[in-house]
T-cell receptor, first 114, second 114 residues
């Protein structure tokens, strides 16, 4: 069974810092990996989608990398802002199920203070 | 540009009552999903559908039923609500399986069973 782990569970940084969120998964047979953002009381917003054949994706101040062989992904946030405060979820799409679904980690709660 | 819409947003039920949660998407997506999110447990897949008229069980299907009579709608039913079903429920959709393409989520339904 695929297991997804996110470290750290919570992170607090001052505004302007660069930071890295980590995600690891146990089964490397994945279609892709997605990073989501969730604001309190809200739904999930997709940030980046990395296909299994790709090594990284970038969107603005966000950069996500994927090392499928080692079962790891990182989300790098440059020059963090208070508006980045949210919970960040990592999810992997399984390649070996009949109909592919997402398996989620429990998330990293990020607080960026002014 | 509605995306994925969930109805209702909040609900309080008494133990034993029944209710239906509605999910509607306007993106012509084939795949639709119901997840529940609980503190410390992350998101867990309840049921999903790979097309109109199809349904399949996810990780935690007990106590729930689903129907996909129209492509754009995916209904989640609780026949006899239990306090253990207190949770936040999220619907998602994707063009193909979420393991292969980007998933879009609704804003969630917060259900309390007393």
């Amino acid at each position: 069974k695929q297991e997804v782990t996110q470290i750290p569970a919570a992170l607090s940084v001052p505004e302007g810092e660069n930071l890295v969120l980590n995600c690891s998964f146990t089964d490397s047979a994945i279609y892709n990996l997605q990073w989501f953002r969730q604001d309190p009381g809200k739904g999930l917003t997709s940030l980046l989608l990395i296909q299994s054949s790709q090594r990284e994706q970038t969107s603005g101040r966000l950069n996500a990398s994927l090392d499928k062989s080692s079962g790891r992904s990182t989300l790098y946030i440059a020059a963090s802002q208070p508006g980045d405060s949210a919970t960040y979820l990592c999810a992997v799409g399984l390649a070996d199920s009949g109909y592919s679904t997402l398996t989620f980690g429990k998330g990293t709660m990020l607080l960026v203070s002014p | 540009n509605a995306g994925v819409t969930q109805t209702p947003k909040f609900r309080v039920l008494k133990t034993g009552q029944s209710m239906t949660l509605l999910c509607a998407q306007d993106m012509n997506h084939e795949y639709m999903y119901w997840y529940r999110q609980d503190p410390g447990m992350g998101l867990r897949l309840i049921h999903y559908s790979v097309g109109e008229g199809t349904t399949a069980k996810g990780e935690v299907p007990d106590g729930y039923n689903v129907s996909r009579l129209k492509k754009q709608n995916f209904l989640l039913g609780l026949e006899s609500a239990a306090p253990s079903q207190t949770s936040v429920y999220f619907c998602a959709s994707s063009y193909t399986g979420t393991g292969a393409t980007e998933a879009f989520f609704g804003q969630g339904t917060r259900l309390t069973v007393v």
